[in-house]
């Protein structure tokens, strides 16, 4: 089992920038993928990305990918989802995932979350 915990959300203006970490307990963390997912009221759960254990290959959705980066360091048993250029619409709570049982790209397939951080972006 894997133990997650997410922090660095908060308030920031349209435009700005956060960068939100994801610290990993429990099993060895570069034995797994990670991904971030994201959920607005109202609304599904949605992929965000995704990094490989090793860190050599990302994965990105649509609507993120040029503003957000996805790092990991293995060393801190920790990932990152650095955010630039924030839009009000991606005002969400942000959760981290990891180790999905096959695509990266589904919530259904990973079995450990965080507790999720809030993110708020004003116009």
């Known amino acids: 089992q894997v133990q997650l915990a997410e922090s660095g959300g908060g308030l920031v203006q349209a435009g700005g920038s956060l960068r939100l970490s994801c610290a990993a307990s429990?099993?060895?963390?570069?034995?797994?993928?990670m991904g971030w997912f994201r959920q607005a009221p109202g609304k599904e759960r949605e992929f965000v990305a995704a990094i490989s254990w090793s860190g050599s290959s990302t994965y990105y959705a649509g609507f993120v990918k040029g503003r957000f980066t996805i790092s990991r360091d293995n060393a801190k048993n920790t990932v990152y989802l650095q955010m630039s250029s924030l839009k009000p619409e991606d005002t969400a709570v942000y959760y981290c995932a990891a180790d999905p049982t096959g695509s990266y790209y589904y919530a259904t397939l990973y079995n450990n979350w965080g507790q999720g951080t809030q993110v708020t972006v004003s116009s």
């Open positions: 429990g099993r060895t963390f570069s034995s797994y993928a």
